[in-house]
C-alpha cells in the first residue's frame, strides 16, 4: 500500500529548479533570434542557430513539451542542411 501511495504522488518541483529551467529555456531560444536575425552573415550564424533549436529541444524535452521537441528537432536538422549547403557553396 505504501508503495502505490508513493509511486502514484509525484513530488512537485522546487520553484529554485524550474526559475533555473525556465532562464535555460530563455537563454536558448534568445541565441536562436539572435541568429536568425544575423544568418546573412555568414554560414556561422546559421550553425549556431541550428545549436539554438536544438537546445530549445532539449529544453522542451525537460519541460514535458514533446510536440515542440519534435518541432525543434525538425528546425535543427533543416539549418545543419543549411549551413551545409552555404558552407560547400562558399568553397
Known amino acids: ?3 502505490l ?3 502514484s504522488v509525484s513530488p512537485s ?10 532562464i535555460i529555456g ?3 531560444v534568445a541565441i536562436t533570434l539572435l541568429a536568425y536575425a544575423l544568418e546573412e552573415r555568414g ?3 546559421v550553425l549556431i542557430f541550428a545549436g539554438g533549436s536544438f537546445s530549445s529541444g532539449i529544453y522542451a524535452l525537460l519541460q514535458g513539451a514533446w510536440p515542440f ?13 543549411r549551413w551545409r549547403r552555404q558552407r560547400l557553396l562558399r568553397f
Open 26 to 28: 530563455l537563454a536558448c
Open 13 to 22: 518541483p522546487s520553484p529554485l529548479a524550474s526559475n533555473q529551467l525556465d
Open 43 to 45: 554560414p556561422v550564424w
Open 5 to 7: 501511495q508513493f509511486l
Open 1 to 3: 500500500m505504501q508503495l
Open 69 to 81: 521537441a519534435i518541432a525543434e528537432a525538425v528546425w535543427t536538422v533543416i539549418a545543419l542542411q
